[in-house]
């Protein structure tokens, strides 16, 4: 069982970049697929950016050309990088990973994977 710890998060201006790290303990973290959710305030979980062994990717619409995720085979860390950042990022953020035979369209709905991160805050103000 794969284990995740995010980190990274914190204040920033509207505008502004963070990047978070998910470092992940196992042998086989290569054969995962990698990815992040968020969950702002009183809304529901929602699927952010995920990528798989091949590094293909996947982005939700509301991220896409601001957000990039990557991952590092040889750290076993997946990484997003989040630019030009709005007061409506606001959530905390969880990495999530699954080593079953999801594509990434099944694993951005977030149901049942295999390792879930206890997540970090990102709050952009205005």
């Known amino acids: 069982q794969v284990q995740l710890v995010e980190s990274g998060g914190g204040l920033v201006q509207a505008g502004g970049s963070l990047r978070l790290s998910c470092p992940a303990s196992?042998?086989?973290?290569?054969?995962?697929?990698m990815g992040w959710f968020r969950q702002a305030p009183g809304k529901e979980r929602e699927f952010v950016a995920g990528?798989?062994?091949?590094?293909?990717?996947l982005y939700a619409d509301s991220v896409k050309g601001r957000f990039t995720i990557s991952r590092d085979n040889v750290k076993n860390t997946v990484y997003l990088q989040m630019n030009s950042l709005k007061p409506e990022d606001t959530a905390t953020y969880y990495c999530?990973?699954?080593?079953?035979?999801?594509?990434?369209?099944?694993?951005?709905?977030?149901?049942?994977?295999?390792?879930w991160g206890q997540g970090t805050l990102v709050t952009v103000s205005s």
């Open positions: 196992g042998r086989t973290f290569s054969s995962y697929i």
């Open positions: 990528i798989n062994w091949s590094a293909s990717t």
């Open positions: 999530a990973a699954d080593r079953g035979p999801l594509g990434l369209t099944v694993f951005s709905r977030g149901a049942a994977l295999d390792a």
